[in-house]
């Protein structure tokens, strides 16, 4: 009796280890669907041209480069930005402003900043649902239903997108490395006597 029950103890260990490497293979590696369809969202992403302000910049004798160790961060939580020449926007002036990085823009509408778009759950999108991303999109408001999502972000042009594509690029932005990076709210224009 004693040696049946330790073999039936060792056969349930066994199909426990098992089961657990099972589950830790398939979690850890995406079928080939599931790749393709990232692929497809980095070719989108690369496409819509997302990387030119949501990811910040280094400065080499070329010109500037994307900084791939921040890719698709946003704007960066700790630069400082420069002075906005008084009476510089507006009918009379330019019709916007921007950072070196490309990622901070200032015009009539005050001054947005590139979304960190990475999954970082306290200050990416590493909590938002597709139906947010999707809904950010085609309304432009953030998480689909907030705040208007400002200029140059062209969300009239990407809520063209088909949900197979928006699909695929929230696909690919889940997959990459979650940045660290508290972008700062917009501010608004200073309205006149401020």
Do not use: Q
Request: charged fraction near 20%.
């Amino acid at each position: 009796m004693r040696t049946v029950i330790r073999e039936t103890h060792n056969v349930s260990g066994a199909v426990v280890f098992l089961s657990c490497l099972l589950l830790l293979a398939t979690s850890a590696h995406s079928g080939p669907e599931e790749d393709s369809v990232v692929k497809e969202g980095e070719r989108l992403v690369h496409v819509l041209d997302c990387n030119i302000c949501h990811t910040p910049k280094t400065f080499t004798p070329e010109g500037p480069r994307l900084d791939m160790s921040r890719l698709l961060s946003g704007h960066p939580s700790n630069d400082k930005l420069p002075e906005i020449p008084a009476a510089s926007i507006g009918p009379a002036g330019w019709g916007g402003l921007f950072n070196n990085h490309l990622t901070a823009w200032a015009g009539p509408w005050g001054i947005s900043f590139a979304t960190n778009l990475t999954p970082d759950e306290e200050t990416g999108i590493g909590l938002w649902a597709e139906d947010l991303f999707a809904g950010a999109i085609r309304n432009g408001k953030h998480m689909g239903a907030g705040r208007p999502i400002l200029p140059p972000m062209p969300w009239e042009a990407y809520s063209r997108l088909s949900d197979e594509e928006l699909h695929a690029v929230f696909t690919y932005l889940k997959s990459l490395p979650a940045i660290r990076n508290p972008v700062p709210d917009p501010i608004p224009p200073e309205t006149e006597g401020e």
